[in-house]
């Protein structure tokens, strides 16, 4: 267990390491934050940072040296820093779930050798593969990069009738996985804390509304039934424990109807801390963010309890950072900014939680 006063390194300098160093200055931990990019916004708020690329080793062991324990708040970062990092201080969780997750085929393979239910899908490396996917999963189907997607990059919609090689080529015929297209009722999430002593507490299920494939608003309680909430926390936890997971991960799920009665798919897992969990800052007694710290440093998790009837968390993305004047004049409403300062189009650039009172 890391005493107060410890320094936990964070590798990745966004709004979600941001939130972390946030959270740890609270419980009386310092963070470092290592990230490549200048202008990071989780630089501002720790007392050291390290701007460098993630293969200069020099900056790398000097970092490790500074720190007492290491974790991240972007998944791609590359496995041989992961490595080299691991030799010098524990890392949470471990570098091998990053490889695990950085690849869509890898991870679904595991999810679907878990007997744990996704949309049905199949590996595309040649324009063979791609026609007898097609043929597996039927069409409408969606075809992903297996590596480096996120809100939305990296991925095309093949309908019937489409040419499916064009949609390949669009993906510069990167090595892709096809799903179906599933037919959600609604997306949902979980957002499960694992502690090193292998305990784990989820927080509710979170509903999820995309729009242009970026995550818009989440809110809780999820519009699913207690039998679903309970299933899919069921599947988060089986996930972090396959996983012999520390820290906090997000699992995305799709809600489906099956002969009447609601039922998951697992979409993806993120291994840090998701986007979905931010009303948890305002609407818990404990966040995504302290749970993640309190598991890194080797303490026990706390028990998640709502504040309010419902908690709704909208992203503010791109121009939607000005509509911050209204925000800021709504009644039980909390505001976040990330201290970004262009705000180009699909950027998120801060989100507001709102508290409904009971
Ligand atoms: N097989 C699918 N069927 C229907 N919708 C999908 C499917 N895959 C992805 N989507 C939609 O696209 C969104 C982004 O896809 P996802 O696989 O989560 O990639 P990302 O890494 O960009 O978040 C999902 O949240 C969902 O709304
Ligand atoms: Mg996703």
């Not at 595309?124 to 593969?129: E, G, L, P, Y």
């Not at 019937?160 to 510069?172: P, Q």
């Not at 509710?204 to 926390?233: G, M, Y």
């Amino acid at each position: 267990m890391l005493k107060p006063g410890s320094t936990i390194g964070i590798l990745g300098g966004g709004q979600l390491g941001r939130m972390l160093a946030l959270a740890a200055a609270r419980l009386g931990l310092h963070c470092h934050i290592y990230s490549p990019e200048k202008d990071s916004g989780a630089f501002e708020v720790v007392r050291a940072s390290t701007c460098a690329p993630y293969d200069d080793e020099t900056a790398l062991a000097r970092f490790a040296a500074s720190v007492d324990v290491i974790t991240y708040e972007f998944e791609n970062i590359p496995a041989k820093t992961a490595a080299f990092l691991a030799k010098r201080k524990p890392v949470f969780p471990d570098p091998r779930v990053l490889e695990l997750t950085q690849d869509r085929l890898v991870e679904k393979n595991f999810i679907d050798g878990l007997k744990i239910a996704v949309a049905p899908y199949a590996p595309v490396h040649s324009a063979s593969q791609l026609a007898a996917g097609i043929e597996k999963v039927g069409l409408p189907a969606v075809l992903k990069t297996t590596t480096m997607g996120y809100d939305g990059k990296g991925q095309t919609k093949i309908k019937k009738g489409d040419d499916a090689n064009a949609a390949w080529r669009s993906l510069k015929n990167k090595p892709c996985v096809l799903e179906g297209f599933v037919n959600f009722e609604r997306e949902v999430s979980v957002i499960a804390a694992r502690s090193a002593d292998g305990h784990v507490e989820c927080f509710e299920v979170t509903e999820n509304e995309h729009r242009d494939h970026i995550l818009k608003i989440s809110t809780v309680p999820a519009k699913v039934s207690p039998q679903l909430a309970t299933e899919a926390k069921r599947v988060a936890t089986r996930i972090a424990k396959a996983l012999d997971y520390v820290g906090v991960l997000g699992v995305e799920m799709f809600v489906v109807k099956d002969k009447g009665k609601q039922a998951v798919l697992v979409n993806e897992i993120a291994p840090r801390v998701h986007n979905s969990g931010h009303w948890t800052i305002d609407g818990a007694s404990v966040s995504q963010f302290e749970q993640h710290i309190r598991a890194v440093a080797g303490w026990p998790l706390a028990k998640p309890l709502r504040f309010g009837r419902k908690v709704e968390m909208t992203n503010l993305i791109g121009a939607e950072i000005h509509d911050v004047d209204h925000w800021l004049t709504v009644p039980g409403v909390s505001v976040h900014l990330y201290g970004k300062t262009e705000a180009r189009a699909g950027r998120k650039m801060g989100h507001v939680t709102r508290v409904y009172p009971k």
